[in-house]
C-alpha cells in the first residue's frame, strides 16, 4: 500500500483537497470520509495513464 500528501480544507458545507503532487486537480466533498474516497477516485484517474496532459510537481536539486 502507497502513500499520497493532500491538502484538504473545509470551504462552508464542503471538503475541498487536491494532491501536493497535483495541485491543478481539485476534488469536493460533502464529509472528510467522502473527499478521501474521491481523492482515491482521481488518484487512480490521475496516475492511470488514460488522461494527456497530466501537469505535476516536482523537486530538482540544484547545486
Known sequence: M???RYVHWQDGGMWLGYFV???DYLTPGQ???ELEE???DLFQDLTSG???GI???A???VG
Open 21 to 23: 503532487e497535483f495541485p
Open 50 to 52: 488514460e488522461i494527456p
Open 59 to 61: 523537486e530538482l536539486t
Open 2 to 4: 502507497s502513500t499520497a
Open 55 to 57: 501537469r505535476r510537481v
Open 31 to 33: 464529509t472528510l470520509p
Open 38 to 40: 474521491n481523492l482515491r
